[in-house]
């Protein structure tokens, strides 16, 4: 397609912040959501964006994630909302699991206030924010470290978690489909995943509004496993049914 002057800015934009919302790109350009939705339409049928419910994404692949650094601005302003409500839900005095992730890693950042907590993690980088917090015992679990985002995964780390039973597993994941699945891009963290689920007395997940209808190759598990799900913005259809099939309490995430 050929671009104007204001679609190719555009497309910049998205392509170094990985996610925007509508709105903040209007803010951004100096235009109206008008325009900003035009330019949002043709780039998208053109391939170069992917829309989701209120804003657009760089498209994605089905069998590789984005990069760790890029995922960590990616929609940051909506996990952090996220993790403040999850730090108003998460009791003190409670056993957690915190799984891989950038919005595990802003919640583990939201609950250094808390007290009492128990919390075990495969993400060294969550390990390493809440061993900050003297009223807290973290517990990292073992097994090989992937150096792109500190990752712990690999048989011996779903051999140490089968050793718990905890209150809660706060957990992320790449892709909620339309088919109410749970999706990831490597068979070793699913496989992590998927024991921290057994091990969970209720399940939370976490996930921005970039995860729904996104695709990703490795089904981890389905809504039906989810207690409750915390997000930054009302999911769009069919979700709001699935989650109404699945008996999953919602959470939307407002700005304070």
């Known amino acids: 397609m050929n671009s104007n002057p204001r679609q190719i800015n555009l497309l ?29 339409q043709r780039l998208a049928d053109a391939g170069l964006l992917t829309r989701f419910h209120g804003g657009v994404r760089v498209p994605s692949s089905t069998t590789e994630n984005i990069g ?9 302003d909506g996990k952090a909302r996220i993790a403040r409500r999850v730090a108003e839900l998460v009791p003190n005095d409670c056993s957690l699991i915190l799984n891989i992730g950038t919005t595990t890693e802003a919640i583990a950042k939201a609950l250094m206030r808390h007290t009492g907590l128990r919390v075990i993690t495969n993400n060294l980088n969550v390990a390493t924010i809440l061993s900050g917090n003297t009223a807290c015992e973290v517990i990292v679990a073992g097994g090989s470290v992937r ?20 209150d809660i597993a706060l957990i992320g994941v790449s892709s909620i489909e339309a088919d109410g699945s749970l999706r990831d891009f490597d068979l070793r963290e699913v496989k992590v995943a998927q024991t921290i689920i057994a091990q969970a007395r209720e399940v939370w997940l976490a996930a ?24 930054d913005a009302p999911p769009p259809p069919p979700f709001p049914e699935l989650l109404h099939a699945a008996r999953v309490r919602l959470e939307i995430a407002r700005d304070n």
């Open 12 to 40: 910049d934009t998205v392509r170094a912040r990985g996610s925007v919302t509508v709105e903040q790109l209007a803010d951004m350009l100096g235009v109206t959501l008008q325009t900003v939705r035009r330019d949002v």
């Open 68 to 76: 760790y650094q890029q995922r960590e601005t990616l929609n940051a």
């Open 147 to 166: 150096p792109r985002d500190r990752a712990v995964v690999g048989e011996a780390t779903i051999d140490f978690i089968r050793q718990f039973k905890v």
């Open 208 to 231: 921005d509004a970039s995860k729904f209808n996104r695709p990703a190759m490795i089904e981890l598990g389905t809504l039906s496993q989810i207690d409750r799900l915390i997000t």
